[in-house]
């Protein structure tokens, strides 16, 4: 008895004496941050833990401080079966053996399920992954596996086969912001029996510096309210610099809402459109350094491969989108290598703009309306017998060279040609073929006028691109 007293004494003392990050984990769904896209409301994974109805494994996928291991915590609060908890660092098969024996007597005396969470489960290799693979497949136990690797590649696929895998995204800024206002509030766990005073700009710095990570965060919080000496008034006031301190960072002139913020991803989309690959690495690092999201920064770069790479590479665009997929997979800090890798592609590119070719015709519609599309052109499957759609067209590939000339746009518009090919990279080589055809366009249907509807304006690209934006156009 007097040993249950002690146990009790240090497990109540481990829980003020834990560190602020363990004090301030989540015990329940309401005071879980972030993840809303799979613990939202009415989401599948939230109705499942609310109604303890955990019956199939899953898989939590996710860089750190994302919540797995609290996900995982907050399930144990709220179910009624036995939860069992593994590190996959420290344990192997005879716990798991010990597990599994147990699990079987419970089942069989009590009617009671476990659920069995496995921390890093990655870490596993193939033969104790294989150890657990029955027991799940036969329902003896249910498994939560928490890891930062992709599964599909750690995990072996029998046992993703039979789980399913939730992917945690880094939090938001948002996200960081209320969990810090959480522990500076909560008088129990937190600091909220405490006067403490946290800059506007040190707060920023420590929620940009986290990179989407909460464990991050409430560290460097603790290590500055805890290092950082009450004032006459008995206030901790951390200030940037005490910010800088206890999260290892400079601070960087970088307001994700302000100037900084715009001109730096300016000056780096500019330095790459320029072809300069080492301005453009250095307003990269700026970015990263400060905290902005990757995903931000990449999905700038698959504009840009659009926009001014084009078809001087159409390699660029497949670039770019491989390296935003394998971010996605690997997140940072190893994700930095497709990033850079995508910057340096598209900066040493050649460029072509062409693809704005698209807005004149947006505007000539815009300005003239629009013309019928021609009969040889119209859908042969619905009134060809009746009304002639589609009598006339000629098949291409029926024609040496794959090519026929024959008239594709109104009548009216004939000889009306919106796209002018750059002589960059690859696409000299569309140029000289491009011209061949029209050539032969022009001879076949008699066309006399042409005319090359003239480049546009930034500033009516910008409002077409309003116009997409504001109809919907695309979603």
């Not at 144990?76 to 908890?85: G, I, K, M, R, V």
Request: aromatic share 8%; glycine share 6%.
């Amino acid at each position: 008895m007097d040993r249950d007293l002690f146990d009790l004494a240090l497990e109540e003392r481990m829980k003020t004496e834990a560190p602020l990050a363990a004090r301030m984990r989540p015990r329940s769904l309401d005071e879980f941050v972030g993840q809303e896209h799979i613990v939202g409301s009415e989401k599948l994974l939230r109705r499942a833990i609310e109604a303890d109805r955990l019956f199939s494994s899953i898989i939590l996928w996710g860089p750190p401080g994302t919540g797995k291991t609290t996900l995982a915590m907050v399930i144990a609060n709220l179910t009624e079966s036995h939860f069992e908890t593994f590190s996959a660092v420290l344990a192997g098969k005879p716990d798991l053996r010990r597990v599994i024996h147990e699990t079987q007597e419970r089942r069989r005396l009590y009617q009671k399920r476990t659920i069995l969470f496995i921390d890093e489960v990655h870490r596993w290799n193939k033969a104790q992954q294989d150890a657990l693979l029955p027991h799940v497949e036969n329902g003896t136990i249910t498994l939560i596996g928490a890891t930062t690797e992709n599964p599909y590649f750690e995990v072996i696929a029998a046992l993703v086969s039979r789980s399913r895998v939730f992917q945690l995204r880094p939090l938001e800024d948002s996200d960081i912001r209320d969990i810090l206002n959480n522990a500076l509030s909560d008088p129990d766990r937190g600091y909220g029996v405490r006067k403490i005073e946290i800059e506007e700009r040190a707060f920023n710095h420590l929620i940009r510096v986290a990179g989407g990570d909460a464990r991050n965060a409430l560290n460097a919080l603790e290590l500055a309210v805890e290092s950082t000496p009450p004032d006459e008034n008995q206030t901790v006031v951390i200030t940037l610099e005490v910010a800088q301190e206890s999260i290892q960072r400079r601070a960087v002139l970088y307001d994700k809402d302000g100037d900084a913020h715009y001109d730096t991803i300016s000056a780096f989309i500019k330095s790459v459109r320029g072809s300069d690959p080492d301005a453009a690495l250095y307003w990269l690092a700026k970015m990263l350094y400060a905290g902005e999201a990757p995903r931000f920064i990449l999905r700038r770069l698959i504009i840009l491969a659009g926009e001014d790479i084009g078809l001087g590479d159409p390699l660029g665009l497949v670039v770019v989108n491989a390296a935003a997929q394998a971010f996605d997979y690997i997140g940072l800090p190893e994700g930095i290598y497709p990033i850079v890798e995508a910057t340096l592609y598209l900066a040493t590119a050649p460029k072509s703009n062409s693809a704005g070719a698209y807005f004149k015709a947006f505007q000539l519609i815009e300005d003239e309306g629009i013309t019928a599309v021609p009969r040889h052109l119209q859908d042969s499957n619905r009134d060809a017998v009746a009304l002639g759609h589609g009598q006339g067209y000629r098949y291409p590939h029926s024609a040496e060279g794959h090519f026929l000339p024959q008239q594709y746009l109104p009548r009216a518009l004939l000889g009306t040609y919106f796209y002018h090919p750059s002589q960059q990279g690859y696409e000299a080589q569309v140029s000289a073929r491009l011209d061949r055809w029209r050539e032969a366009q022009r001879k076949a249907l008699g066309i006399s006028d042409t005319q090359e509807i003239p480049e546009l304006s930034q500033d009516t690209i910008d409002a077409i691109k309003s116009k997409h934006k504001a109809s919907g156009v695309g979603k």
